[in-house]
Each structure stands twice: as C-alpha cells, then as structure tokens.
C-alpha cells in the first residue's frame, strides 16, 4: 500500500499569496497516477488536478500541480478567500490511497 | 451533466441493517467505476471500494472487506454501499465517485450521512 504524507496540515495565508503544499508517496510512483481534490467545508470534495499537473475541468489556471517520482505539490498562486480548503492529494496506480490533508485557511 | 445522487441520511440503531445508494446519470453508467470514501466526523477521506457496474467486478480495500458488501444494479444506473450489521464506529459520511480508466475519481455524489446511535 501508497502511504500518503502531507505537509503542513495547516496553512494560514493571507488573499493574493502564494500557497505551496506537499505529498509525500512512501514508494516510487514510476507512473504520475497523482491527483487533489479540494474540499470546502460541508461540501463533497471535488477534482482539481489528475496525472500530477494537468487541471481537471474548470478549474482556474491558479491552480497547478507538479512533481514526480515520491514528491509531489499542490500550488495556489493569488489566493481567494473562496480558496479556503481542505486539500487531500490521492494516488491511484497501486489500488487507491489519500494523504490527511492540508487545510489552508485565508 | 454528469450526476451522482446518493440517498438521504439516515439514523440507526448498532446491530441494524442498511443499504445506501448512488445514482448516476448523464453518462454511460455501465462503462465507468463506482467507488465508495468514507469520511469520518472531522476526519479524512479513506477508499472502501469499487465496482465496475459493466460485469460486477468488485475491489475492496482491505480494511473494509468483509464490513461492507458493494453491489450495483446497471438497469436503473445505481450502486449501493451495505452493511448487515451497524456499529456505532459506521457513523460517517459515505461519498460514492466516479472512476475513468486508469484515472483518479472525476465526480463525487454529494454525500449520505450515516448515524449509529442508541
């Protein structure tokens, strides 16, 4: 089994800055079968980004992903106070696992 | 537009039975996966399952296995998530999501809380 770490599980940034948060796989990910989703308190979550940096429909250009191998980031350029979230990155190439989570608050 | 509509909530006693389901619609249901997260009070999102509505093969996390049954019935495009015998430690909400090929979840269903409680 994936093992997931993600880090840190609380951003407190302000609107305008740049958020950068971290997953970590416990094995090598030879394919980038890497995604995020997003979830907005009382909401279900929702995909951002799959194969590690490619945007999931409708999902604005300031949110990028990137990354290979074991290490993977999420980055939010120009935070919105509506960027408020919990974020869970999730691989799916061996089975399925997700990471805790980061919550970024604004 | 691609929907997943899952049941309401529901209230049980430890020991009771339940089925919940997922609907999908708007997309070829047949062809796509359908898996269940469980999220816990306050907690983080954790994969039971999924099943590929096409031929019923079913893939269980193996902390799950044996706790929940996942079944689908493709002629009317829902799935179900069931439990023959609740604990208070079920109490969680139950998101049911799509799955694509080799691709990670697309949509999730807005989610069904499940209370055990006596």
């Known amino acids: 089994e994936i093992v997931l770490t993600q880090s840190p599980g609380t951003l407190s940034l302000s609107p305008g800055d740049r958020a950068t948060l971290s997953c970590r796989a416990s094995q090598y990910m030879s394919y980038t079968y890497l995604a995020w989703h997003q979830q907005k308190p009382g909401q279900a979550p929702r995909l951002l980004i799959y194969a590690a940096s490619s945007r999931a429909t409708g999902i604005p250009d300031r949110f990028s992903g990137s990354g290979s191998g074991t290490d993977f980031t999420l980055t939010i350029s120009r935070l919105e106070p509506e960027d408020s979230a919990v974020y869970y990155c999730?691989?799916?190439?061996?089975?399925?696992?997700f990471g805790g989570g980061t919550k970024v608050e604004i | 537009e691609v929907q997943l509509v899952q049941s309401g909530a529901e209230v049980k006693k430890p020991g009771e039975s339940l089925k919940i389901s997922c609907k999908g619609s708007g997309y070829t249901f047949a062809n796509y996966w359908i898996g269940w997260v469980r999220q816990m009070p306050g907690k983080g999102l954790e994969w039971m399952g999924i099943i590929y509505p096409g031929d019923s093969d079913t893939r269980y996390n193996p902390s799950f296995q044996g706790q929940v049954t996942i079944s689908v019935d493709k002629s009317i495009g829902t799935a179900y998530l069931q439990w023959s015998s609740l604990k208070a430690s079920d109490t969680a909400m139950y998101y049911c999501?799509?799955?694509?090929?080799?691709?990670?979840?697309?949509?999730w269903g807005q989610g069904t809380l499940v209370t055990v409680s006596s």
């Open positions: 999501v799509r799955r694509p090929g080799n691709q990670p979840f697309d949509y």
């Open positions: 999730q691989q799916y190439g061996s089975s399925f696992s």
